[in-house]
């Protein structure tokens, strides 16, 4: 082998390398929070809500986890599949944060379950509760705000991301 075919190879695999490297570190991280002790009470649980909500289905890019998303507003972008009534229940399978990694610092915390739809069939949602701050809050308690099924009287979530 010449040693431009050596030189060759060796800045053809450290390009490779680097772009992995790039590639890996750009993209999203998503991990279960499930076992948070502040989130672990609620997962498996119907969860009677104590304020209006929507669901609406998005278009690929509105969205991080799950298409169908409970929001409180009905002015959303996305066709609007649900109206959930004060006291419906909505049924939590797990908690998940994800954290896109372009530099935001930012770490979503989200609530995926089911809500069933008008022709009782069991409909998945994501419901955003929060973001912490991974640069201002790495260690620290981050008090969330309330939940659908929170009102003013319910103790807050307090979340520490790790």
Do not use: C
Request: proline residues 4%; neutral net charge.
């Amino acid at each position: 082998m010449s040693t431009l075919k050596l030189i060759l190879l060796v800045v053809g695999a450290g390009g490779a390398l680097f772009i992995a490297l790039v590639v890996y570190s750009l993209s999203p991280t998503v991990r279960n929070a499930s076992r948070e002790a502040v989130l672990a009470p609620y997962v498996g649980k119907s969860i009677k809500l104590k304020r209006r909500a929507f669901l609406h289905k998005r278009d690929k890019g509105m969205y991080d986890l799950v298409e169908n998303v409970i929001t409180e507003i009905d002015d959303n972008p996305g066709e609007l599949l649900l109206e959930i009534p004060e006291g419906a229940e909505i049924k939590v399978n797990e908690f998940k944060t994800y954290t896109n990694n372009l530099g935001s610092g930012f770490t979503w915390i989200y609530a995926l379950g089911e809500v069933t739809g008008k022709d009782g069939n069991e409909i998945p949602f994501e419901y955003a509760l929060g973001t912490v701050d991974k640069k201002l809050y790495s260690d620290q308690p981050r008090q969330l705000g309330l939940t659908i099924w929170q009102d003013e009287f319910d103790r807050p979530i307090v979340f520490i991301k790790k």
